[in-house]
């Protein structure tokens, strides 16, 4: 027996010292192995979209002019209030149709929406020219182009076309917006709130019962 036992001792020291070479050895051998892979994402996560490159909605909106006279924080109950000395001076440099314009502000170009109105479409893409609607365009091309003008402002300052959104008065003091629906060539915009809405209602109101403009009989 105890050379049997003997015999097993040194086999059991050769076995664990060979393991330990082998461990060893493989060891190094998968030290040059290939880098390993990135694991990829559990199904259902979200990849972080790429940023989008800037277009002229987001320029625009980025671009704000540095001064803002706006109504709603001037607590100006009435358009007829408005201070045109805090107003933001522009140049109109085009006419789109009679709600919308372009200016250069502060050196910049800006396309301006204004505020509480709707006037008759004519640019509209896939939809015909609506009634009254070149008459429109031609008053705001006659009162507004190349002429200098006063923007103020109100809670909003850009649509979601990245558009100003503004009231734009003459040199006068007569708030261009109100005298669009005044004399019947748009109707107030109440879909979104602002600070001239009721005033703006009530223009309206009067231009439908006497008649004037859109409001009149149809040719």
């Known amino acids: 027996m105890k050379v049997f036992i003997g015999m097993r001792r040194p086999t059991k020291q050769i076995i664990l010292l060979f393991s330990l070479f082998a461990y060893l050895f493989i060891s190094s051998i998968e030290g040059f192995a290939a880098p390993p892979q990135p694991v990829p994402r559990p199904t259902g996560t979200k990849e972080p979209a790429p940023p989008t490159s800037p277009n002229s909605s987001n320029r625009t909106v980025a671009d704000t002019p540095k001064a803002l006279y706006r109504v709603h924080i001037a ?14 001076k522009a140049v109109v440099t085009r006419v789109i149709d009679g709600d919308t314009i372009e200016v250069t502000l502060e050196g910049k170009p800006y396309k301006v929406r204004l505020i509480g109105v709707d006037t008759p479409e004519t640019v509209a893409p896939g939809r015909p020219v609506e009634r009254f609607g070149r008459e429109a365009s031609q008053f705001t091309r006659l009162k507004l182009e190349k002429k200098t003008v006063y923007l103020a402002f109100d809670w909003e300052l850009h649509d979601r076309y990245g558009r100003l959104l503004a009231y734009v008065y003459l040199p006068d003091r007569t708030c261009f917006n109100a005298e669009l629906i005044r004399l019947g060539y748009g109707h107030a915009y109440t879909k979104y709130p602002f600070q001239f809405l009721e005033e703006f209602r009530k223009l309206e109101a009067e231009a439908r019962q006497t008649k004037k403009g859109l409001w009149g009989n149809s040719k």
């Not at 607590?75 to 933001?88: P, R």
């Open 75 to 88: 607590k100006v109950k009435s358009y007829k209030e408005a201070d045109i000395s805090q107003m933001a």
